[in-house]
């Protein structure tokens, strides 16, 4: 007589969820949301689904992959990285240890810089510090006519930032490895954006939640988290024409530190804008 077949325990969409947030309840800030992300990930559904084909059952397969997944943002992964993925501006960009993960913040940012590019201009845009590129990514899909190029330090970073390039299959976009403003040699800019680093390097946010696992050289500038900006704002000059401008996002406490430096580079119409939390978060000005 052959032996009875073992019948695998079916787990159902539904169930997979109450298990995911079970297990990430007490170690993720937003287990719910992480909870879905994983299992939409690994089933390869969007969020309708999760409803219509919540009685659908996972295969072997993806029950693993989803311990696996599980595991690690027990561990403190984000769950950026776990997918490899984070929406900005509308688009799923991929993204990797190798670049900070976007956040909706800078979308403040890209929202500045538009204001100043009217729709049909051929302007120059530069972003530097491109990391995954979405800066970038984002001016070149809403400025069709504009050339941005966009710069890193990192060949690791440039790599995710070309492979969005590629995705979105925006072709006025270019992607320069270099320090800050190396790669721009020649170039005369109308804009310059960057997400530079800003945060202190004995900043004790840096041992917590998801920014443990971001890169370093993204987030940290210096004992008092200017270094970068000071950079970015002595040579932009140099590369802007005569009313380019200059914007940039920044942290909570540094407004009155950067309008003293702006103003002393001589930098004209310093305006600070809040993010949606109210925090100053991005200073624009120009040449
Ligand atoms: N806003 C990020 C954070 O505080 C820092 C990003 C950056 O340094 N550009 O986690």
């Known amino acids: 007589m052959k032996p009875a077949a073992l019948n695998p325990s079916i787990v159902?969409?539904?169930?997979?969820?109450?298990?995911?947030?079970?297990?990430?309840?007490?170690?993720?800030?937003?287990?719910?949301?992480?909870?879905?992300?994983?299992?939409?990930?690994?089933?390869?559904?969007?969020?309708?689904?999760?409803?219509?084909?919540?009685?659908?059952?996972?295969?072997?397969?993806?029950?693993?992959?989803?311990?696996?997944?599980?595991?690690?943002?027990?561990?403190?992964?984000?769950?950026?990285?776990?997918i490899g993925m984070r929406e900005f501006w509308s688009m799923e960009l991929y993204v990797s240890p190798a670049t900070l993960i976007p956040r909706p913040e800078t979308e403040l940012l890209v929202e500045k810089a538009l204001e100043q590019i009217p729709l049909a201009a051929e302007c120059t845009i530069a972003d530097l510090g491109t990391g995954s590129g979405a800066i970038a990514l984002a001016l070149a899909k809403?400025?069709?006519?504009?050339?941005?190029?966009?710069?890193?330090?990192?060949?690791?970073?440039?790599?995710?930032?070309?492979t969005n390039g590629k995705i979105s299959g925006l072709t006025h976009i270019e992607f320069r490895v270099g320090d800050w403003f190396a790669p721009l040699a020649g170039e005369t800019?109308?804009?310059?954006?960057?997400?530079?680093?800003?945060?202190r390097a004995d900043d004790v946010h840096l041992q917590q939640g998801d920014v443990r696992f971001e890169p370093a050289i993204a987030l940290v500038s210096g004992k008092d988290g200017l270094e970068a900006i000071r950079r970015l704002a002595e040579n932009a000059w140099k590369f802007l024409r005569p009313n380019g401008w200059l914007m940039f996002e920044h942290g909570l406490d540094q407004a009155g530190a950067i309008e003293e430096l702006l103003h002393h580079h001589g930098y004209r119409d310093i305006v600070f804008h809040q993010d949606l939390a109210g925090h100053t978060r991005v200073a624009t000005c120009h040449r």
């Open 12 to 82: 159902t969409v539904v169930a997979a969820l109450r298990k995911a947030l079970h297990d990430l309840k007490l170690t993720s800030p937003t287990p719910c949301l992480d909870a879905e992300v994983l299992v939409m990930h690994v089933c390869g559904l969007d969020r309708r689904h999760l409803i219509t084909r919540d009685q659908m059952a996972l295969t072997g397969d993806q029950q693993l992959k989803l311990e696996r997944l599980l595991e690690r943002r027990k561990q403190g992964e984000p769950v950026a990285y776990l």
């Open 142 to 162: 809403e400025r069709p006519r504009c050339r941005v190029i966009a710069t890193d330090i990192s060949p690791m970073a440039l790599k995710v930032a070309n």
């Open 189 to 199: 800019l109308d804009i310059i954006v960057s997400n530079p680093p800003y945060v």
